[in-house]
T-cell receptor, first 112, second 108 residues
Framework: DAGVTQSPTHLIKTRGQQVTLRCSPKSGHDTVSWYQQALGQGPQFIFQYYEEEERQRGNFPDRFSGHQFPNYSSELNVNALLLGDSALYLC???????????FGSGTQLSVL | DAKTTQPPSMDCAEGRAANLPCNHSTISGNEYVYWYRQIHSQGPQYIIHGLKNNETNEMASLIITEDRKSSTLILPHATLRDTAVYYCIGTGGFKTIFGAGTRLFVKA
């Protein structure tokens, strides 16, 4: 049973560029949440997708957007990248919006 | 979500029990206490959760005080592989908010 998979594992971009990160949830899960984790800090909640809609959102600007597909996989898009967007981006899936989270290993994004 | 307070770091000797405290005095009646841990460079891993009663699984035990204002995660026989950041979260669902957690060092 495959767990949560994220791609790519590492990514280097320059300021002003746009990036798309991808996540496949654990088999049978229908909800995907995205987190940003800066070095030395706890994960910060970005948003949650359920039934192909954004259901919950953290304190992140509109440059951060997402999508969930009918097969429950999800994308995180970040526009107009800033140096401060450099972080580990984590995807978590769950069965339903209120259940325990299963995390992927993350995408390490570096913005130069 | 309830605000939680955890010590920033703790040490534990290998083979001994590790007891990680968490204060969540603002937790409401329908909010669960969840524990996750994050080993360096990996995504967080679910450990255990509970509402009122004490809970035990293959990884740990969770002791919740009767007034639900605090809890303790117990790793009964800590190993070096248990060195990680442990997060205590009070949540009613929909979004799981992580704090800074407790960095547990298990020493040989």
């Amino acid at each position: 049973d495959a767990g949560v998979t994220q791609s790519p594992t590492h990514l280097i971009k320059t300021r002003g560029q746009q990036v798309t990160l991808r996540c496949s949830p654990k088999s049978g899960h229908d909800t995907v949440s995205w987190y940003q984790q800066a070095l030395g800090q706890g994960p910060q909640f970005i948003f949650q997708y359920y039934e192909e809609e954004e259901r919950q959102r953290g304190n992140f600007p509109d440059r951060f957007s997402g999508h969930q597909f009918p097969n429950y996989s999800s994308e995180l898009n970040v526009n107009a990248l800033l140096l401060g967007d450099s972080a580990l981006y984590l995807c978590a899936s769950s069965l339903g919006q209120m259940e325990k989270l299963f995390f992927g290993s993350g995408t390490q994004l570096s913005v130069l | 979500d309830a605000k939680t307070t955890q010590p920033p770091s703790m040490d534990c000797a290998e083979g001994r029990a590790a007891n990680l405290p968490c204060n969540h005095s603002t937790i409401s009646g329908n909010e669960y206490v969840y524990w996750y841990r994050q080993i360096h460079s990996q995504g967080p891993q679910y450990i255990i959760h509970g509402l009122k009663n004490n809970e035990t699984n293959e990884m740990a035990s969770l002791i919740i005080t009767e007034d639900r204002k605090s809890s303790t995660l117990i790793l009964p026989h800590a190993t070096l592989r248990d060195t990680a950041v442990y997060y205590c979260i009070g949540t009613g669902g929909f979004k799981t908010i992580f704090g800074a957690g407790t960095r547990l060092f298990v020493k040989a």
